[in-house]
T-cell receptor
Framework: ELKVEQNPLFLSMQEGKNYTIYCNYS?????LYWYRQDPGKSLESLFV?????AVKQEGRLMASLDTKARLSTLHITAAVHDLSATYFC??????????FGTGTSLTVIP | DTEVTQTPKHLVMGMTNKKSLKCEQH?????MYWYKQKAKKPPELMFV???????INESVPSRFSPECPNSSLLNLHLHALQPEDSALYLC???????????FGSGTRLTVV
């Protein structure tokens, strides 16, 4: 059974601090995706990681992928309140059918 | 047009009703998907329509039935639903693996 696990599930952090969210998956996949979801809203694409060693950065967020370790990280630098949301990683082990991680609910406290 | 449009945005239905959710995209994407998301949980794949072939998650009950009239439309027909089917239903489309999904805004379904 495919498992996509995120750590932590809940994260409360102060503005200005740094933190990393981890995404581990149990099957082979050469790519991984990160999404953001605001409460009551749909999912917004953040990063598309297409190969081992891929690193993408957008603003205060940086994502990386290690396909050999089956691990992706989402690093938050100098958090601001606007980053409060739930973050999902997603893995397409076959074809283009995504399996989503357990999600990380992030709250940034002023 | 870079959007996936879902209608309606909200739906309340009784357990004996028949209703349909609609999803439309005009990006030329060849694959479309239905996901179900319960509160504070990740989206779960229900159906995939890719290159005119339908794939079904076998755990999805038969009271949900997808229909793809053409490559731009993906409907989800609902019949005799249960209260536990209340959830956010998300439609997505994709052109190829490299590009990920584009999600619609979702339909918030409540079964009473």
């Amino acid at each position: 059974e495919l498992k996509v696990e995120q750590n932590p599930l809940f994260l409360s952090m102060q503005e200005g601090k740094n933190y990393t969210i981890y995404c581990n998956y149990s099957t082979t996949s050469d790519r991984l995706y990160w999404y953001r979801q605001d409460p009551g809203k749909s999912l917004e694409s953040l990063f598309v990681l297409l190969s081992n060693g891929a690193v993408k950065q957008e603003g205060r967020l940086m994502a990386s992928l290690d396909t050999k370790a089956r691990l992706s990280t989402l690093h938050i630098t100098a958090a601001v309140h606007d980053l409060s949301a739930t973050y999902f990683c997603a893995v397409p082990p076959t074809g283009n059918q995504f399996y989503f991680g357990t999600g990380t609910s992030l709250t940034v406290i002023p | 047009d870079t959007e996936v449009t879902q209608t309606p945005k909200h739906l309340v239905m009784g357990m004996t009703n028949k209703k349909s959710l609609k999803c439309e995209q005009h990006m030329g994407h060849r694959a479309m998907y239905w996901y179900k998301q319960k509160a504070k949980k990740p989206p779960e794949l229900m159906f995939v329509y890719s290159y005119e072939k339908l794939s079904i998650n076998e755990s999805v009950p038969s009271r949900f039935s997808p229909e793809c009239p053409n490559s731009s439309l993906l409907n989800l027909h609902l019949h005799a639903l249960q209260p536990e089917d209340s959830a956010l239903y998300l439609c997505a489309s994709s052109q190829a693996r490299d590009y990920g999904y584009t999600f619609g805004s979702g339909t918030r379904l409540t079964v009473v």
